[in-house]
């Protein structure tokens, strides 16, 4: 029998949808005092990362929060898609600015990996985050890496996609899904 993806990702360490941590605020990093503790909540959501790489392609790229490895803590990386291209270090990250142009696409969650769901975010947002040192950071993303991190960041807000997805629509079963192991699509206009 095929076990199914959201047992593969509980097997590999990833909380699943109904446990707590979930639905709750991640804790922010005092930094530059916490730094120890931001490098090792880092370290292991990038060891996560590696593992659940090996079991699973992510042809739009892939991210993960602190509290899908049951850690409370504002940490969250993401891997865009692009071949080669350097992972994400979130700390403390807080969505500051969202366009008016959204789309919807459909998202996957590592935390309820059974279904995926048709979600409206924003095109363009822009993100204040904490480094090491203490400062802070502004970046704009767009697109696909905007889904990524806007994902993510609700992760540390204890949202779940599911949570804006339109009122009626449902997430489909996986099963149903054919757009694995391909990008989101944008029309440039």
């Known amino acids: 029998m095929d076990v199914r993806p959201s047992q593969r ?17 991640a804790r922010p990093f005092d930094l530059p005092t916490e730094r120890e503790e931001a490098e090792r909540v880092v370290d292991e959501l990038f060891a996560a990362i590696e593992r659940i790489g090996q079991v699973h392609p992510f042809a739009k790229g892939m991210g993960i929060a602190a509290p899908q490895i049951g850690i409370g803590r504002a940490a969250a990386v993401v891997q865009p898609a692009e071949p080669g291209a350097p992972a994400l270090i979130l700390l403390n990250p807080r969505v500051t600015e969202c366009s008016r142009e959204t789309d919807e696409q459909y998202e996957g969650c590592l935390s309820f990996f059974d279904v995926r769901g048709l979600v409206p975010r924003p095109l363009r947002i822009t993100v204040a985050t904490t480094a090491l040192d203490g400062s802070s950071v502004t ?17 540390l807000e204890g949202l779940l996609y599911a949570d804006r997805m339109e009122p009626g629509v449902e997430p489909i079963p996986v099963e149903e899904y054919r757009q694995t ?8 206009s």
Do not use: K, P
């Open 9 to 25: 990702m509980r097997d590999l360490g990833v909380v699943q949808r109904g446990a707590g941590i979930l639905t709750s605020t």
């Open 181 to 188: 192991g391909r990008s989101w699509s944008y029309n440039h």
């Open 139 to 155: 970046t704009v993303y767009e697109q696909g890496l905007a889904r990524l991190v806007h994902h993510e960041v609700d992760h």
